[in-house]
């Protein structure tokens, strides 16, 4: 072996079907500090997520990607292979925390129970009660009208809020949201963000630097 070679690039982490359904019901660990300004729930992990333990870790999810865009974080994060500690560490110094509504993992979200979100409500209310957040931003408002018996909710700043926070829900970053696009999901995040008092970078483009 060349001793002044560069050293081969780490392979990427891999999954076969039956490996990810292996997966199915499991938690994947918050990104949160004591007191965030700004917590994103997300409605549950994705089983590549549950896998890789890191929120919004499937590859082509566009949570990250439009966090930047947004001017929330300083670089598009990658937690395709698990999130690295300097970028959950800037997150959480940016005032940014993720939790998720449903803790279990399924394929999709769509395999959850009503049941399961109006539990999963009942818990991010205590949740929210402990860390207290400045704004708490959920990521989709079809979960969320039926977690928190809200029919005719609508996108935006909730007339209510939950536990002293301001009530923000935003779009899914799900590639099945196909209607929304990275430039759109930025938009709504940054709106929150700048509710919750989070000083944001000026707009970009997420891979133009």
Do not use: C
């Amino acid at each position: 072996m060349d001793p002044d070679a560069a050293p081969a690039a780490a392979a990427a982490v891999s999954f076969t079907r039956d490996e990810l359904q292996g997966y199915r019901g499991q938690p994947v660990p918050d990104v949160v500090g004591e007191h965030p300004r700004l917590l994103f729930v997300g409605i549950n992990p994705g089983l590549w997520s549950a896998a890789v333990r890191a929120p919004f870790g499937r590859r082509g999810n566009r949570f990250y990607p439009a966090l930047f865009e947004a001017g929330i974080v300083d670089r598009v994060i990658d937690a395709s292979d698990g999130l690295l500690d300097e970028d959950r560490d800037q997150l959480i110094s940016r005032g940014i925390g993720i939790t998720t509504l449903v803790e279990g993992a399924t394929a999709r979200a769509d395999e959850l129970s009503a049941l399961q979100l109006k539990d999963g409500a009942a818990s991010l209310t205590a949740r929210v009660r402990s860390l207290q957040p400045k704004v708490v931003a959920m990521l989709g408002i079809t979960s969320f009208r039926v977690a928190f018996a809200r029919p005719r909710a609508l996108v935006g700043r909730q007339p209510d809020g939950l536990e002293g926070a301001e009530l923000w829900v935003v779009p899914n970053p799900s590639g099945l949201n196909a209607h929304e696009s990275v430039a759109s999901l930025a938009a709504a995040y940054r709106e929150a963000a700048v509710a919750a008092g989070i000083a944001v970078h000026p707009l970009r483009r997420a891979g133009r630097g």
